[in-house]
Nanobody, 124 residues
Framework: QVQLKESGGGLVSPGGSLSLSCVAS????????MGWYRQAPGNQRELVAS???????EYADSVEGRFTISRDNAKNAVYLQMNDLKPEDTAVYYC??????????????????WGQGTQVTVSS
């Protein structure tokens, strides 16, 4: 069984900074792409940033230059440093990972996993 555990988030004033962390645990064989998504009330879930195992990074246009994604493959972790936060960044942020597991019953199997979500609120 695989779990993604997020930490960080909270309430911050406009222009402030927050950092999010996500650690994957369980019967992990390998992890491909890891990323962060967000969903604001009334909106669809959208990609914020992603990073492949090899380090290729993609950002949403709205966060380019303000957010930085990184990962530690040895720790099965992904991080999101958010600077110059704006009220429109307010949302629930979700960690996502493409994880390959192995069991004697199923062999190798890749699936998408999600964290439980963490609230980020930007408000004065």
């Amino acid at each position: 069984q695989v779990q993604l555990k997020e930490s960080g988030g909270g309430l911050v004033s406009p222009g402030g900074s927050l950092s999010l962390s996500c650690v994957a645990s369980g019967s992990i064989f390998s992890i491909n792409t890891m990323g962060w998504y967000r969903q604001a009330p009334g909106n669809q879930r959208e990609l914020v940033a992603s990073i492949t195992k090899g380090g290729r990074i993609e950002y949403a246009d709205s966060v380019e230059g303000r957010f930085t994604i990184s990962r530690d493959n040895a720790k099965n972790a992904v991080y999101l440093q958010m600077n110059d936060l704006k009220p429109e960044d307010t949302a629930v942020y979700y960690c996502n990972a493409e994880i390959t597991t192995w069991t004697s019953k199923t062999g190798l199997q890749e699936s998408d996993y999600w964290g439980q979500g963490t609230q980020v609120t930007v408000s004065s």
